[in-house]
């Protein structure tokens, strides 16, 4: 099976290890992910004002580019996933926009194309994933952590429920490991208020990590790469604040899935966590 | 009392910028209670609201309020009456840009920060502090 895949630019530069680790594990499962040809950047952060079109002209091209390839387009970045889906809402709805936008860039984009985040493609090949996996993750606790961009707005995501998702965790039991679903697992990690107020961040990180220690989390997984840098980086300055903060090794979904499919370590990607997993993975014989 | 309705087209703006009719609010602050910045907000987002409604548009312009909001929609997802606030938020801080008033002075973002932190971490920033 061939799928087209976006990966983003933070796929390409910081958040590498979501890269290679999903990459290879899909192709464990006999799907390769497609790169598009020629793609760029979403614009990141999707702009709230109605009266700025700018923001649509990257999401216009990218999808327009991805109808031109078979099927759906597979996007494992939350933030890309959230800003492409959001553009298309508004293509579909306001044709008006769609109308000016084709017009101004030269495309003939229909709408019509569908983004998928591979959440929802494990979900829909459950005994696909069931029948490749290899480890046994046999009582390791994975916090799920959600964040905001998979999630809201639910009209336009249409991705799970909003305040109690289930999707995450249902991912983790079909890898065998336990799921920990905490109640802050949709609440916002800070996001980039890191940049201009870290305070605010370094606390609701806090209180997330808190949270779902709390709930019995030994690790955390997520699939948003802004999410994994405030809950991973972010430690060391919690730990400074809070001097009885237990770190815990945040993880991409995608890095899980890899280790039990048992694709070899150098996909992992681990080496790049600020918060090393070395002692969870040994304690669990995963390495 | 002086600041009220002094500009009647302030609300007309806001509410073309952010697609949300202001006068659907009626105040219950779930938004408020539900924020995950509300404490670090000197004016938190029912009471922007608010000013808003009453067109206090020297209040809705001082206040640091919306730069706090890190748009996780929290609150458009609990909101009763369906009011997206984080589009009611990006129109003041959009006023503020538009005007060139930004908050981010990218020379005086953290060296260590700079080399460390994802691209679309500086990115989503630039884009919502900076014009």
């Known amino acids: 099976m061939k799928i087209p895949y976006y990966p983003g630019c933070d796929l390409y530069t910081k958040a590498k290890p979501l890269n290679t680790s999903i990459q290879a594990s899909f192709k464990a499962l006999d799907v390769e992910l497609k790169e598009m040809a020629n793609w760029y950047c979403c614009g990141t952060t999707f702009t709230l004002a109605r009266d700025n079109r700018m923001s649509l002209i990257a999401p216009l091209r990218i999808l327009a580019k991805a109808q031109k390839e078979n099927g759906s387009v597979i996007v494992p970045c939350s933030i890309c996933y959230n800003t492409l889906k959001r553009a298309n809402f508004i293509f579909q709805e306001d044709a008006e926009t769609l109308k000016i936008l084709n017009e101004h ?183 | 009392m002086d600041n009220i309705n002094k500009d009647k087209y302030f609300v007309e703006k806001i509410e073309t910028m952010s697609n949300q009719k202001i006068a659907d609010c009626y105040q219950c602050g779930r938004c408020t209670a539900g924020c995950p910045f509300a404490e670090f907000m000197d004016e938190p987002p029912n009471r922007i609201i608010r000013f808003i409604q009453l067109g206090m548009k020297e209040d809705v312009m001082k206040t640091q309020g919306p730069w706090f909001c890190a748009a996780c929609l929290v609150c458009q997802s609990r909101c009763p009456r369906g009011v997206d606030i984080p589009r009611l938020m990006e129109a003041v801080r959009t006023i503020h840009l538009r005007a060139k008033e930004q908050i981010l002075d990218v020379d005086k973002i953290d060296k260590e920060l700079l080399l460390d932190a994802h691209p679309l971490v500086l990115m989503s920033a630039l884009y919502k502090y900076s014009y």
């Open chain 1, 105 to 287: 860039l030269s495309e003939n984009y229909d709408c019509r194309e569908k983004i998928v985040h591979p959440f929802e493609f494990l979900r829909d090949n459950k005994e696909l994933l069931k029948s490749r996996l290899k480890k046994n993750l046999k009582d390791i606790k994975l916090g799920c952590y959600y964040g905001c961009y998979l999630l809201r707005p639910q009209k336009e995501m249409q991705f799970d429920d909003p305040e109690s998702p289930t999707i995450i965790e249902e991912f983790v039991s079909l890898l065998g490991a336990t799921p920990v679903g905490f109640p802050l697992k949709v609440e916002c990690c800070g996001s980039f208020l890191i940049v201009n107020s870290p305070d605010a961040a370094i606390d609701a990180s806090y209180r997330i990590l808190k949270n779902a220690r709390g709930e019995g989390a030994e690790a955390m997984i997520t699939s948003c790469p802004l999410c994994h840098y405030n809950l991973d980086t972010l430690q060391k300055r919690i730990a400074f604040k809070h001097p009885n903060f237990k770190s815990m090794p945040i993880f991409y979904f995608s890095q899980i899935l890899a280790i039990a499919l048992d694709i070899p370590p150098e996909y992992w990607g681990l080496e790049q966590n600020k918060i090393s997993p070395a002692d969870f993975l040994k304690e669990h014989n995963l390495t």
